[in-house]
């Protein structure tokens, strides 16, 4: 099966190891979008170098990234996400605030937004988006606000686009996927905060000391599994602790 894969944050990380798993065969189309430049030895990996906060260049890269072709399956995956500066009301800088929304939701919508534009009418492909979400979105979890709520945000916004495409019968699925704890530079950020900025500083360092953090490898299966079997997944909140992949 041809297919096309798009997907943000894909120079480190889940979305790396995304990448690279996806371009190992040759029957995939992959385009890789990060800040940074998205290095691959495989030839079918494309990198598009783009800041998911400026929104007029997402808008002038449509054409590079959602691409013609003969494919059968073609799937967005929304993996760049931010933490933002880890503070409490009071200490955050304006520049933060609108930053994390504009990475974590709104950088998003506008992908999908073109995605369901471009594809919507291919019924007879399967065409399917998984935005990244995270446990933080059902949770108040001090110094973490914006990085809460954007991802909430992005929740609520999947779940109206699939009730969309079921009403529009595009037959379009749409997830939002909590990747549970993962070893990234995420991590490290949150791990380099402090305590009066958060307060559950110690328990996320214990993580990292007990070796209790998920590697980027492991979880890219589990979403790679959810995109090749949607129809064990009827649900549009995910949870990768909550199902387990095939190897």
């Known amino acids: 099966m041809k297919s096309l894969f798009i997907i943000t944050g894909a120079s480190k990380g889940i979305g790396k190891a995304l990448a690279e798993k996806l371009a190992s065969n040759p029957d995939n189309e992959v385009i890789g979008i990060s800040r940074s430049e998205v290095k691959s030895q495989y030839a079918n990996l494309k990198g598009i170098s783009l800041d998911l906060s400026n929104f007029d260049l997402i808008r002038q890269s449509f054409e590079v990234i959602f691409l013609d072709g003969d494919f059968e399956r073609i799937v967005l995956i929304n993996n760049a996400g931010w933490i933002g500066q880890i503070d409490h009301f009071g200490n955050l800088k304006s520049k933060s605030i609108r930053d994390i929304f504009n990475i974590n939701t709104i950088a998003p919508a506008l992908l999908i937004n073109e995605f369901v534009n471009k594809y919507s009418g291919l019924k007879d492909k399967?065409?399917?988006v998984v935005n990244i979400s995270s446990g933080a979105a059902k949770k108040a979890i001090d110094g973490w606000s914006g990085y809460s709520a954007s991802k909430a945000a992005l929740n609520m916004m999947t779940a109206t686009a699939q009730k969309e495409a079921e009403l529009n019968k595009t037959g379009i699925k749409f997830y939002a996927l909590?990747?549970?704890?993962?070893?990234?530079d995420m991590q490290s950020a949150i791990r380099a905060s402090s305590e009066e900025s958060f307060s559950s500083?110690?328990?996320?360092?214990?993580?990292?000391?007990?070796?209790q953090l998920n590697t980027a490898a492991e979880v890219a299966e589990k979403i790679l599994y959810l995109i090749q079997n949607p129809n064990l997944f009827t649900e549009v909140l995910q949870d990768v602790r909550e199902f387990t992949s095939e190897k």
């Open 126 to 128: 399967e065409r399917i």
């Open 178 to 184: 909590s990747p549970g704890v993962v070893d990234t």
């Open 201 to 211: 500083l110690s328990k996320f360092k214990d993580l990292k000391e007990k070796n």
